[in-house]
């Protein structure tokens, strides 16, 4: 078993009989989230669901942080339950288990990784999280949440290091990710995401639409004019995309409208 660095005490659920699931979730989420998607394989599976730093009831730290960090808080966790776990990641929960795998390579025996992969970010990229760190953080007080998103900008490049993860590792595509995409005008990302079985990806001009995107049509990917729209400009349109849930009801008739159209079925009309 390796040596485990210094880490905090996360907050943090666990409950069933068997061999260990770990699971991870996404920047703005809470363990929550990840115990209710699982909940399935509690018949025959012990389930350890924290919340990651900064999120639900674990603590913030000062920071800044980096994705090892999250990686060493949840080692901890995993190490108290003997290893040899099954870790599912959600975006940020992803490259935390990746940097989990990587850095303490005994603790894991497999991974189901969605909405990140093993590529650092490129200067746009790293724009983008910092855009949204400063969005959570001047816009929402979310001081722990903005940790989180420069930490995401500065997670380093996995691709090299991949051939020493002995692990299984299965990678999906899950129907709650939520993504932002800039190009020149935010026209041509979102044409092209939308031909993207499960994706509904709105190309928003103010806060307004963001937000009603996200009330009534479920949007799941952001994308924003890089020509048009300035960091004071998009920022506002960010956190209205991230702060405002489905509000499903009536609504969610028309989503499932949109899915019977994907899968090449007549929607129907029952208003």
């Not at 990229?125 to 760190?133: E, N």
Request: hydrophobic share 45%; proline share 6%; charged share 20%.
């Amino acid at each position: 078993m390796p040596s485990l660095p210094p880490a905090i005490h996360l907050a943090y659920s666990i409950e069933g009989e068997g061999p260990l699931v770990v699971g991870l979730h996404d920047l703005g989420r809470r363990g929550a989230t990840m115990t209710a998607a699982l909940e399935p394989l509690l018949d025959g599976h012990r389930l350890l669901i924290p919340d990651l730093r900064g999120h639900g009831d674990s603590p913030t730290p000062a920071g800044p942080w980096s994705v090892d960090d999250f990686a060493s808080d949840v080692a901890r966790l995993v190490a108290a339950e003997g290893g040899g776990a099954i870790v599912v990641g959600v975006g940020l929960g992803a490259a935390t288990a990746l940097a989990l795998a990587l850095g303490h390579p005994g603790l894991v025996s497999s991974m189901v990784l969605s909405g990140v992969g093993p590529k650092a970010e490129d200067q746009d990229g790293r724009d983008r999280w910092m855009l949204i760190a400063r969005a959570l953080r001047e816009r929402q007080g979310l001081e722990g949440h903005a940790l989180t998103a420069e930490a995401m900008a500065t997670r380093p490049d996995w691709r090299g290091a991949l051939a020493q993860v002995d692990a299984p590792v299965a990678i999906v595509a899950g129907e709650a990710d939520r993504a932002v995409l800039v190009c020149g005008s935010g026209v041509g990302v979102a044409i092209v995401a939308n031909k993207v079985e499960g994706v509904r990806a709105v190309n928003a001009h103010d806060p307004e639409e963001a937000e009603m995107s996200r009330r009534h049509n479920d949007a799941n990917v952001l994308t924003l004019a890089g020509r048009r729209l300035d960091a004071a400009a998009a920022g506002p349109i960010l956190s209205a995309f991230l702060a405002t849930g489905f509000e499903g009801g009536r609504h969610a008739r028309r989503i499932a409208k949109i899915a019977a159209v994907e899968n090449g079925a007549e929607p129907q009309d029952d208003r």
